[in-house]
């Protein structure tokens, strides 16, 4: 997980991936691939298990390919060695959809933030504040667990998550306590760091502020609008566009339908409107909020139930759902807390009567529903 510094320097590299960024100092080489002891992990087949290597030189960053077998391409062209330009696009193992990596450079100051990051209340989602209290004088701890002084029903928030110290110079900073599904600052993941006025702090669906001398909490419950603006996706080397300059508003609680024919794009939009494969150009907004920019957080809130359905047809119904929960909530939930969640999914999605019912005997609908629990 990445720490945020206290103050970045010009010698430092944020690159950005679908799954987050990583802030790179020099002295230090940054390991690309497969491997999971990689600093940058791809979990796609066409990534080497060691795929690439970024380290700075004495005249900046420098990404060197480690004979890769699919290869890595810098803005389309395939590169051996290249030195790093901020805003272009890397991808490992494909030019066109491999995953992505974008070097941002040095992290952007507060007033460059998206307003949905710097000042919640213009989105939907913060709507008002679920409680206000005062800042403390020393420390407030947050978590799952009765014993927090912010106790949080989350089952994505471990039971001890984070705690918001003051700092004895004067400010506050945000200290995550080896939680499961991390805490993060303006929409990135951190393990310590420092929160000054209009930073937002996400910890599972909840998000605090600190506006004068007081900690505001908004709590994300789903009920949220996307605004979608000017989407391209382009592959061939930008020779055939597949999303074309795309704008339109979903409302809260809208149910929008994409109809078109074999190859017209339908999957490329909904692969960028949620963040799986963003698009090349363009945002789209959660709510207010940068999905592309704050996706590390916001990737828990967006559900995509794929075309074909990613399941072990051997195990029962609720068996596929117990190892969803395993892998999905903190080591420290308690079994009866997730079981009863399962039970509860069951029962939203009316899926009772099949519950230990092996997932192949089940009808097209009945393994859909499974899906989406």
Not at 55 to 80: C, K, M, P, V, Y
Not at 341 to 368: C, M, N, T
Request: aromatic residues 4%; charged residues 25%; hydrophobic residues 35%.
């Amino acid at each position: 997980m990445a720490e945020q510094p206290v103050a970045p320097t010009s010698l430092e590299l944020v690159l950005e991936t679908d799954t987050g960024s990583t802030v790179m100092s020099p002295g230090h080489d940054y390991h690309v691939g497969r491997d999971p002891l990689s600093d940058i992990v791809f979990d796609d087949a066409r990534v080497s298990w060691h795929h690439a290597v970024l380290s700075r030189g004495h005249d900046g960053w420098t990404l060197r390919d480690e004979q890769s077998t699919n290869g890595t391409f810098a803005d389309g062209l395939r590169i051996r060695e290249w030195d790093v330009r901020p805003g272009s696009v890397i991808r490992f193992g494909n030019p066109d959809d491999g995953p992505r990596a974008v070097p941002l450079g040095p992290r952007a100051p507060a007033a460059d933030r998206p307003s949905g990051i710097s000042r919640p209340e213009l989105t939907g989602t913060f709507r008002a504040p679920s409680s206000v209290r005062p800042l403390p004088a020393r420390m407030i701890r947050i978590g799952r667990s009765d014993g927090n002084d912010l106790v949080v029903d989350d089952l994505t928030v471990s039971r001890h998550h984070a705690e918001l110290r003051a700092l004895p110079g004067g400010g506050h900073e945000i200290v995550d306590l080896g939680s499961h599904n991390g805490t993060y600052l303006n929409g990135r993941p951190v393990t310590r760091a420092p929160v000054g006025p209009g930073d937002v702090i996400g910890i599972g669906h909840v998000a605090y502020c600190l506006v004068g001398d007081e900690l505001r909490e908004y709590v994300d419950r789903g009920e949220i609008s996307l605004d979608v603006q000017d989407l391209t996706v382009a592959v061939d080397h930008g020779s055939k566009v597949l999303l074309d300059h795309v704008s339109f508003p979903v409302g809260e609680k809208c149910l929008l339908a994409v109809v078109g024919p074999s190859g017209a794009g339908k999957s490329t939009l909904l692969h960028a409107l949620t963040g799986q494969r963003p698009a090349d150009h363009g945002t789209v907004l959660y709510d207010g909020r940068d999905l592309y920019h704050d996706y590390a957080e916001l990737r828990g809130r967006v559900g995509l139930v794929p075309q074909d359905d990613i399941l072990h047809p051997q195990l029962t119904v609720r068996a596929a759902l117990s190892y969803a929960a395993e892998l999905r909530f903190p080591e420290d939930t308690a079994r009866t807390e997730r079981l009863a969640r399962v039970d509860e999914v069951i029962r939203e999605l009316g899926l009772e009567q099949r519950a230990e019912q092996p997932v192949h005997s089940l009808s097209g609908g009945q393994r859909k529903r499974v899906s989406v629990a």
